[in-house]
């Protein structure tokens, strides 16, 4: 038969393709819950060695529902958790177990595991919290917002341009901190009806006051590139990832020159949806590897590391996308270069940084030495920096931030305490759901 197979022939291809999907995507299940699983065996049988605050100790909280995969949003906060800690009593609550055993292994704060509903109502019941910072909108973030005598305050993951921070959710929480003017003018735009003045709160960049960290090389005339790309995403508007369209000719560039040294930081979550964008990466972590063994020398580096900040400080010059790395290296005032996305549905707000800054199309990624020359040592480009750094985040002076956060902090419990005696005869009631499924979302939840 000419014009292509039979009906039936193309049918069961149909079939077997469908069949195919099917399988993998039980296979992909069966394995997550297996792993889930193995984590949860891990946790009971480390649960002694770390076990629940004594009830009355803990004044404020950082809930964390996520899986593992997104850690590094509460990873950044580590330091500035730490600080705060030495005035206030501070824990995390982690509710998966992927996330609880590496929290245990590296948070600088104690981390209690309250995975089921009844444990986290426990929890609550037995400490005074004043306050309960999100750094991300999981879904199960509403599970706590069930609880009121407690301000819910959004601290997010980053300073960026993204759809992200300009979110509709922001209205879920009591009040937000934000990191300066830039943010309080993104969010007055967008928002409908939002009680900006009193909700959102600028506190500058306090992680910027710790960004430090130990050398992975022995610093030469080499000038630094730090490549810190972030991933596909997930939609055509936050698609901002450049690995596939920029990097692999920008890194070939850079590992060709004799007097040049890389950084590649890709964002851990880089090839989870696009495959092509994951064999880009690999493909560059291979050509580092490859350079690294032909001339050890050069010491270039692929970063995968968990600690966040000597990267921003050490690179002479930075190409990030459009992402929270931008507005982190903005706040060391240091030279800069910022990917632009081919996809044209990708939504960048151009009203604030991003209509000023040095982009790089994809057709320019192979001469990113020249043009990573011309923006280290132009005067113009320097001063642009400058201003749009005390924009986004205010006085960037040493510990400026971290002074400010404190006083945040401070400020609303100070709140806290004069709502606490107004309603200091009100009737205590349970804010239990008794609807609430006392399980995780899915049963191959991590």
Known sequence: MVGGPAPDASNDLIVTMALLNDFKTARKVVRTMLRSRRNRRRVAGLMDEHPLPAPGSVSIAVYFADTKVNLYQIRQ???PLAELSKRFPVSIIARSPSSVLALWEEAPVPTVYLRRVSELEQFVSEQPLKIVFYVNQNAKNFQMFRYGRMWHVFINHGESDKMYMTTNQFKAYDFSFVAGDAALDRLSYKLWDFDLKRKAIPIGRPQADHFAGEL??????????????????????????????????????????????LIYRPHPRSGVVNEDYKRANIDIIAAIAEANESDPSVQHVYDDGKEMGWQLVAADVAITDVSAMVYDRLATGKPLIVTRPVSEHAEIDEGGYLGSCEWLQADQAGDILAIAQRVQFDAEAQERLGYWAERHFGDTTPGSATARFHAAVESLVALWHRHAQIHIGDRHVSEVDPFEDDEDESPSAE
């Open 77 to 79: 906060w580590y330091a």
């Open 216 to 261: 992975p090389y022995t610093p030469d005339d080499r000038t630094v590139v730090l490549y810190a790309p972030t991933w596909e995403g997930d939609r055509d508007a936050a698609a901002y990832g450049s690995i596939e369209s920029h990097g692999v000719a920008l890194a070939k560039a850079v590992l060709a020159s004799d007097t040049h040294r």
